[in-house]
């Protein structure tokens, strides 16, 4: 298989550490956005995991909120888990605070540990998909193993 760009490498170097067997798939075509990588997996938009940064209003530290692609994250519901306002991070912070580029962004392999929130609609799938940080690279993971690898917390994050 060809080489894997910089960024994927990346992730899959974080994945190895996990011991688990996790491997990063480029594809051709792009997976830049949850219906973009839904069609090129050939998989539902509910089974792609949008890695979403959110930035706390009060702390100014960043949060990484792992979110089914068809669902949005509700603001008022992470504020009662993470116990503060949020504010939706802009492209740089994203950057900053995780090390890699939006569309890519992957849910492991930060530049630094981030508090990470998990919609529990991801877990009703035998296996979802998450970036891994380029916009055509992607990897495959049982929920399960998402909520260990992030050490991430389950919640509900649909808006009432
Ligand atoms: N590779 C795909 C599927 S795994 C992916 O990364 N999808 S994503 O949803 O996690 O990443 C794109 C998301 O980044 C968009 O849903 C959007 O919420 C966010 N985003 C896009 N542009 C910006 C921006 N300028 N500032 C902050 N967030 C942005």
């Known amino acids: ?9 990346r992730v899959q170097e974080a ?18 956005t949850a219906e973009e990588a839904a069609a090129s997996i050939g998989c539902s938009v509910g089974q792609i995991v949008k890695s979403l940064v959110f930035q706390g209003k009060a702390s100014l530290k960043p949060y990484l909120v792992l979110v089914s692609g068809q669902n949005r994250a ?29 569309g890519g962004i992957p849910p492991v392999g930060h530049v630094q540990p981030l508090e990470t929130f998990i919609d529990e609609d991801l877990l009703q799938y035998g296996v979802v998909w998450a970036a891994a940080g380029t916009d055509h690279a992607v990897f495959a993971v049982t929920p399960h193993q998402l909520v260990a690898i992030t050490g991430g917390s389950v919640i509900c994050l649909k808006a009432e």
């Open 74 to 102: 509700d603001e008022k519901r992470l504020r009662v888990h993470a116990g503060e306002k949020f504010r939706r991070a802009d492209a740089d912070f994203v950057r900053t605070a995780t090390g890699f580029t939006i």
């Open 1 to 9: 298989m060809a080489e894997l760009k910089k960024s994927a490498q």
């Open 15 to 32: 994945l190895h550490q996990f011991g688990l067997d996790l491997k990063v798939v480029e594809y051709p075509a792009s997976t830049r």
